[in-house]
């Protein structure tokens, strides 16, 4: 019996159009393994395309190796075939023209007639015949590219790469690895075993991308000696550390900073330092010149400064452009097992289990009570 290491090779081996894609809230490690995938699946002569849905903050990752491949959705999926029936009647010419919202062919025979039963209509069967998620928990988390065509993913074979405990399994092949710390460290130790001198300089960096994005630069307290010996070994075949480190943790911008600042001038807390709050006003964006976009820098660091933080909450407020009205937006990400959508779940959030988002019609300071008074008591009740 193949071990699944093995099923997943012989699974790529017999397909010959390949998808790869990864969650909509891109992050370092989905980004980076899932580039790492399409180069080392290309390198063994493998027709692949890789996707997701558009992220206003993927240009963070722009330095990675063949990141301008990432298409922001799949198109042209299944091809509309019309049939004509020539057995009695040759065709001689074919014409095409438009006419307001239709598409006319115009065919003319060599001899005799075409009638309407001669005409069928099929569609093809679909361009890819694989999938590989990466870093994905759920099919749902994969936005636009899983909405906009669920059909194809349900009849399409899966391969779901990922390493959290709240993977749904919804693959034919799930290689879920709790013990490692990315994503992008099962792809390593995945290519190793299948051939590790097809791990050239890009790939590698990559993976070292994933690995540092994941542990914010080897500080987590889940750092594991295997992970640490795999980030040596791909510095040892070439990976670029410095290019890595210095994109995602020295390159920020100073308008960010100045956002930074503020956050952390209005940052309280409450249970022992593991739930913590901050408030961003309009004028604060508009001051710092900043965008809410930039918020997720902010998680990040206060997530590796402070590591007994287990929820973070960020309130701000917010312009809508198209109805130009104020509204109260709440962001919540939450790290260990914590579900940050089930936290507000009383206010209709969206996003994901780490990182959920939902809108308040009320004043910022209402709001923040009214939000960490509903966190407070769910996690006290789950005694965090």
Not at 6 to 22: A, D, G, P, V
Request: aromatic content about 8%; overall charge negative.
């Amino acid at each position: 019996m193949f071990t699944q290491e093995q099923q997943i090779f012989e699974q790529i081996k017999k397909s010959n159009n390949i998808l790869i894609t990864f969650r909509k809230t891109w992050n370092g490690d989905s980004t980076a393994s899932a580039l790492a995938m399409f180069l080392f699946l290309k390198k063994i002569g493998k027709n692949v395309e890789i996707a997701a849905d558009k992220f206003e903050q993927s240009k963070l990752y722009s330095f990675l190796p063949a990141y301008n491949e990432i298409k922001n959705s799949v198109s042209n999926l299944r091809k509309f075939i019309i049939s004509l029936n020539i057995t009695n009647t040759k065709v001689d010419q074919i014409k095409y023209e438009t006419e307001e919202n239709k598409l006319n062919f115009i065919i003319s025979p060599k001899d005799g007639f075409f009638e309407e039963s001669d005409i069928t209509s099929s569609s093809s069967g679909f361009k890819y015949d694989l999938v590989i998620t990466l870093d994905t928990p759920d099919l749902e988390s994969l936005g636009r590219i899983y909405d906009n065509d669920t059909d194809f993913f349900y009849q399409m074979p899966i391969i779901n790469i990922d390493h959290h405990p709240d993977n749904e399994e919804f693959g034919q092949i799930n290689f879920i690895k709790l013990t490692s710390v990315s994503t992008s460290e099962i792809l390593f130790s995945l290519f190793s075993n299948y051939s590790a001198d097809l791990i050239d300089e890009d790939i590698a960096t990559c993976l070292l991308a994933g690995m540092i994005s994941k542990t914010r630069s080897f500080k987590t307290p889940n750092i594991t000696p295997d992970a640490l010996l795999s980030a040596s070994k791909l510095i040892s075949i070439g990976a670029r550390r410095e290019e890595v480190v210095n994109n995602f943790y020295r390159s920020r911008p100073l308008n960010v900073l100045k956002l930074w600042g503020r956050v952390l001038a209005r940052l309280t807390s409450m249970l022992d330092n593991k739930l913590i709050c901050s408030i961003i006003t309009i004028a604060d964006f508009s001051k710092t010149d900043s965008k809410e976009e930039d918020l997720r820098d902010v998680i990040d660091e206060l997530i590796i400064n402070i590591p007994q933080a287990k929820v973070i909450v960020i309130i701000y407020e917010k312009i809508t452009e198209a109805e130009g009205k104020e509204k109260i937006c709440v962001m919540v990400n939450s790290t260990k097992n914590i579900d940050s959508l089930d936290l507000i779940k009383e206010f209709n959030p969206q996003g994901t289990k780490d990182l959920a988002y939902t809108e308040m019609q009320k004043p910022v300071q209402e709001a923040e009570k009214e939000i960490m008074e509903l966190i407070k008591e769910k996690l006290n009740k789950l005694q965090i």
